[in-house]
Structure formats: structure tokens, C-alpha cells
Nanobody, 122 residues
């Protein structure tokens, strides 16, 4: 079991930055951690992922070069640093975890946080 609690969302102007945090507890060592987002009327989509064990990272093309996912092992926390934000980044952002390998589909993730709203104004 893994428990996840997100924080750090908010309202920001286009071009600004936000950092999301996901505090994890439970058996995290062998998991992949990921961020997904869901805008109104859209399906939940993959944003970024990181391996807790080896630290390898993966990004959606839409955020590559602007977002950075990282892990602080001492704090059992995963971060999503979001720079150069655009209005189309507006969504509820969810932290998720799964044991074993990397998948990009939200259906493959067993554990989810409650979500945090990110709103980017133009």
C-alpha cells in the first residue's frame, strides 16, 4: 500500500512557475511515481514519471523542457517543478504510484492522491 498527498497547486499567470509536491508513505521503494492531469471535459493524461529506485525520468511531449519531476528520498516526496506555464496547462494534477514497470495509462496505476488544482491565466 502507498498513500499519497499532493500540495502546491494554485493560480499563476502564463509564463510563471509552480512546484507541486506529493508526500508518499508506505512501500515506495519499488514503485514508479507519476503525475497525471485532467482538464474539464478531457481524459486524464500522463505528464511525467520517475522510478523511485533508479531515478530515471519520463515526460509527455507537451511538457518536455518545461516541467521537471524529482524525488527527495529523505522526505519521501516527489516534486513536479513547472516552469513557463501556459493556459493549456490548467487542470487538476494528480500524483499516482504503481509497483513494477513504467506505464503511461492511468488505468495501470493503483494508488492516487486527491488532486490539486493548477490554473494558469493568460
Amino acid at each position: 500500500q502507498v498513500q499519497l498527498v499532493e500540495s502546491g497547486g494554485g493560480l499563476v499567470q502564463a509564463g510563471g512557475s509552480l512546484r507541486l509536491s506529493c508526500a508518499a508513505s508506505g512501500r515506495t521503494f519499488s514503485t514508479y511515481m507519476a503525475w497525471f492531469r485532467q482538464a474539464p471535459g478531457n481524459e486524464r493524461e500522463f505528464v511525467a514519471a520517475i522510478s523511485w529506485r533508479i531515478g530515471s525520468t519520463y515526460y509527455a511531449d507537451s511538457v518536455k523542457g518545461r516541467f521537471t519531476i524529482s524525488i527527495d528520498n529523505a522526505k519521501d516526496t516527489v516534486y513536479l517543478q513547472m516552469n513557463s506555464l501556459k493556459p493549456e496547462d490548467t487542470a487538476i494534477y494528480y500524483c499516482a504510484a504503481r509497483p513494477g514497470g513504467l506505464y503511461y495509462s492511468p488505468q495501470e496505476y493503483a494508488w492516487w492522491g486527491q488532486g490539486t488544482q493548477v490554473t494558469v491565466s493568460s
